[in-house]
């Protein structure tokens, strides 16, 4: 299983703070979202931002309109995901 840091993000809208995110993606990666979640829920790879030097875990949630990634640390689900930039 790999380990892997995820640097960037698409949204269909970069400007809504609610509007789904499409893609996630590192330095040599890009992703769709369901790919993720396909290989977390596999036990494949796992998912992880790095902001202000803190890891956080990317996990499935299982919301009222399917599934979604968010991340987790310090026992708290939060939003690191959406402070990223932007995807090439």
């Given at each position: 299983?790999?380990?892997?840091?995820?640097?960037?993000?698409?949204?269909?809208s970069r400007e809504s703070s609610h509007?789904?995110?499409?893609?996630?993606?590192?330095?040599?990666?890009?992703?769709?979202?369901?790919?993720?979640?396909?290989?977390?829920?596999?036990?494949?790879?796992?998912?992880?931002?790095?902001?202000?030097?803190?890891?956080?875990?990317?996990?499935?949630?299982?919301?009222?309109?399917?599934?979604?990634?968010?991340?987790?640390?310090?026992?708290?689900?939060n939003d690191n995901l959406l402070?990223?930039?932007?995807?090439?």
């Amino acid at each position: 299983m790999a380990d892997v840091q995820v640097t960037c993000i698409n949204k269909n809208s970069r400007e809504s703070s609610h509007e789904g995110i499409t893609h996630l993606g590192g330095s040599t990666w890009k992703w769709t979202r369901s790919e993720v979640i396909t290989s977390i829920e596999n036990e494949t790879n796992t998912f992880y931002t790095m902001i202000g030097g803190k890891r956080a875990n990317v996990g499935v949630v299982n919301g009222s309109n399917g599934k979604y990634l968010r991340t987790y640390a310090d026992g708290l689900w939060n939003d690191n995901l959406l402070a990223l930039p932007e995807c090439s």
